[in-house]
């Protein structure tokens, strides 16, 4: 008996070859999927990228609006603040537009005879006389009489001197007197003697 030889040489290269194709379609396959990956991949962060972008791009386009809209508001409070500003300087006014008339008309009734003014300055609340009078007694009498003013208060004689006016021999006085704030109720009263 004669031993049966099988020559299995080419049905191992067959099975070669075919594990070899399958391997190249799989090596394919693989590199086709990733390439796909890749690219899906790379639209997903192009897409979310843009998205961002258009985020950003209005968050931009909003805060410009809202700066506009602050300045705007900025603008708005200083024309507010100087309208108050200007109301408060209209209602000062307002109340106290009688105060010059009764100044004048208390200051004429309170200087006694013999003793004339020739300079009245007033710094907020302080008024500065200057003038002559025909003797140091009328000055006194002046004091005297702007004490008892509903006013006037506090007169302050700060200088007296000898002097000629007219070739007559006068005393020429320099003083300071404080302005009172009257209510609006006794604008009525304070301006009698």
């Known amino acids: 008996m004669s031993a049966i030889r099988i020559n299995l040489l080419p049905h191992r290269q067959i ?3 075919q594990q070899q194709r399958l391997f190249v379609a799989m090596l394919a396959a693989s590199a086709i999927f990733g390439a796909v990956a890749v690219g899906v991949g790379h639209m997903i962060i192009a897409t979310a990228k843009a998205n ?4 950003n791009n209005l968050l931009r386009q909003e805060t410009a609006v809202l700066d506009k809209q602050i300045e705007e508001i900025k603008t708005l ?4 603040q100087a309208l108050l500003a200007r109301k408060n300087v ?6 106290n537009r009688a105060e010059t008339v009764h100044l004048f008309d208390e200051l004429a009734r309170r200087i006694p ?4 003014l020739k300079s009245l300055k007033q710094s907020g609340d302080q008024l500065a006389l200057q003038g002559y009078a025909q003797s140091s007694a009328r000055v006194s009498s002046l004091m005297r009489n702007l004490e008892e003013s509903p006013w006037l208060e506090t007169p302050n004689l700060v200088e007296v001197r000898a002097a000629e006016q007219e070739k007559m021999r006068v005393s020429e006085f320099n003083l300071t007197v404080q302005q009172t704030k009257q209510d609006g109720g006794n604008v009525g009263e304070a301006g009698k003697p």
């Open 113 to 116: 005879e013999g003793l004339y």
């Open 90 to 95: 209209v209602e000062s006014l307002q109340t």
């Open 15 to 17: 099975k070669r070859a």
């Open 77 to 80: 409070k200083q024309k507010t």
């Open 52 to 55: 961002q972008d258009g985020r």
